[in-house]
Structure formats: C-alpha cells, structure tokens
C-alpha cells in the first residue's frame, strides 16, 4: 500500500535526523499524510510525507531561509547518491552499522562485517542494501545468505539488550557515545581476526564519540563516518545482519510474554508499556525498553 510505503519514508527520514542530533515527534496520520515536528533548540519546522493517487511527496513546512530548514533540506535532499567529492569505496573495509537506536521497545543491536572484492561481488548478488528498504521476511533471507558468504571471522554482532543498555546509560547518559562504545566493540572484535586499514561507518553525533572509545588496534584503522553510509555494501550488509538480530529479539519476546510489541516509539508503543505495566509491573520495563525514551515518563505518570 502507498502508505505503508509514505510511512516507512517518514520513518526513515526521522531516523535520519535524530542521528543528526535533531529532536523529533513522532509522526501522525493524517488523512492524506504523515507529519512530524523537527526541532533544534528555539526553531521548530514540519517534515509531511503525502499519499495518494499522484503518488509520494515529502515537504519541509517551515522557514525557508532559516538555519534548520537549510540544514534539514541538505540532509535529507541535498546530497547525490554518490557525491562526486565523497570517499571511493575501499577494496576491503570494515562496515559498521546498528538496528534500534531509535525503538522504544529491544535492544541496540551493532553489526560489523569485513569484506574484500570477491566477497562485495557475491554479496551485490544476494540484494545486499540498506536493511531500512526491505521487509523483516526480506531481511531474514539475505541475512542467512551473507553469513553463508562470509566466514564466522568476518562479520561480528554485539547486542546490548535492555537491562544492559539501561544499566550503560546511566554510566554514560548520552546516546550516541553509548552506540560509539558499541561501534568500537564491534571494529575491535573484527581486527583480532582480520587485516585491513579501512573501517566505514554511517555518520552520528560527533566525529569523536568513535574514536575516543577505539582501543589500540581500532586506533590503526582509518574510520571514514558519511551519511548514508548504507550506501556502501559493507555498512549494508552490517545493517541487515544487525536488523536481523533486532528482529528475532521482538519474534523471541512477543512469543514468551504474549503480547504485542510494537517497533518504534509512538502512541501504539504507549499502549504496549502500559499493559506490560499492568501484566508485569513497571518494573519489568527495564528488561525489555530503553526506559531513557520520554514513554517512560509518559506511561509512568498516567
């Protein structure tokens, strides 16, 4: 349906911009269209994806000559595919990618795979992109064939489940150092078995939250941070393999609790925490939510 399809634009695009640093609704239905508030301190502007017969539109509502929307419109409009002065895919590289960051509910997951020539080439054969533009079934096939592709030295999955991410937080109460901590992981994980001087990455937050938690071996490597990191195969590859993960913690969850867990963070994810509150108690929500998200606090005091 065209809005499903409006919906996962939407989706992506907000997934894009808190990445970004930017604070975002969630999105809402309305009868033609979805649309979130973006902020950045005082300046606020509108994202609205449309559906209908025409097809899809994305608009920006807001300021025209206005810092947020000249960076908004850049991020999300502004760059070519391949931007003629961005970096040449290495021979073989390290890509790095994570599936969670932005759901209420399940864990952080982080993906890393190592691949040269002759694995990319099999791996463009499997439909290897960006794990945002396929379904969970989609997800789960490619996934197995990519392992099938590499061996077990060659990709590494670091999970960090709720009650731990709960407990990282309130160490490190900052969310993209907390996924760099992970992203670090999974680089040193790799370079104990494999031999390469590139690392890739989708850029997030500041440049350093990486670097400043790599350790001795991950400190050799040149690490290359660009948006739409997706783009290149390796970070593809990494982000389906992660997603995977993300998707059999919900399939394993719903089937033990026997309840609905919606992926994301909107009203429906609402709804979700406050039966697990009265199923389980509040308590419970540590194990199974990142109890930083402002649902929280909204689910709590109801």
Do not use: C
Not at 19 to 39: C, D, H, I, L
Not at 165 to 179: A, D, F, S, T
Not at 188 to 197: A, D, F, H, I
Request: aromatic share 8%; glycine share 6%; net charge positive.
């Amino acid at each position: 349906m065209i809005e499903d399809s409006a919906k996962k634009i939407v989706d992506k695009h907000l997934e894009t911009l808190n990445k970004e640093g930017f604070k975002t609704s969630s999105p809402e239905k309305r009868k033609f269209n979805f649309e979130a508030a973006v902020n950045l301190g005082k300046e606020s502007l509108k994202l609205q994806v449309f559906f209908g017969k025409k097809g899809i539109k994305t608009i920006l509502q807001g300021n025209k000559e206005s810092d947020l929307y000249k960076r908004v419109n850049s991020i999300l409009f502004g760059e070519d595919l391949f931007p003629a002065n961005e970096v040449n895919e290495p021979e073989s590289y390290i890509g790095i990618d994570e599936s969670g960051k932005g759901d209420y509910f399940g864990p952080l997951v982080i993906a890393g795979v190592f691949l040269d020539k002759q694995v990319k080439n099999h791996l463009i054969k499997t439909g290897t992109k960006d794990s945002k533009e396929l379904s969970d079934y989609k997800i789960k096939n490619i996934a197995s064939e990519i392992k099938n592709i590499l061996t077990a030295k060659n990709y590494n999955v670091v999970t960090i489940n709720p009650e731990k991410y709960n407990q990282l937080y309130l160490k490190i109460r900052n969310v993209n150092k907390l996924l760099a901590w992970g992203h670090a992981r999974v680089l040193e994980n790799l370079l104990s078995n494999v031999k390469t001087t590139d690392a890739i990455s989708d850029k997030f937050g500041n440049e350093n939250y990486i670097i400043s938690s790599l350790m001795s071996e991950g400190k050799k490597v040149n690490l290359i941070q660009t948006h739409k990191g997706e783009r290149f195969i390796g970070v593809a590859a990494a982000s389906i393999l992660a997603r995977e993960k993300f998707i059999d913690w919900f399939i394993k969850q719903q089937k033990e609790l026997k309840l609905n867990l919606p992926k994301g963070a909107s009203s429906l994810t609402e709804d979700a925490a406050k039966n697990i509150i009265k199923e389980f108690g509040k308590d419970f929500l540590t194990k199974i939510a990142k109890l930083h998200f402002k649902t929280t606090k909204k689910v709590l005091s109801e």
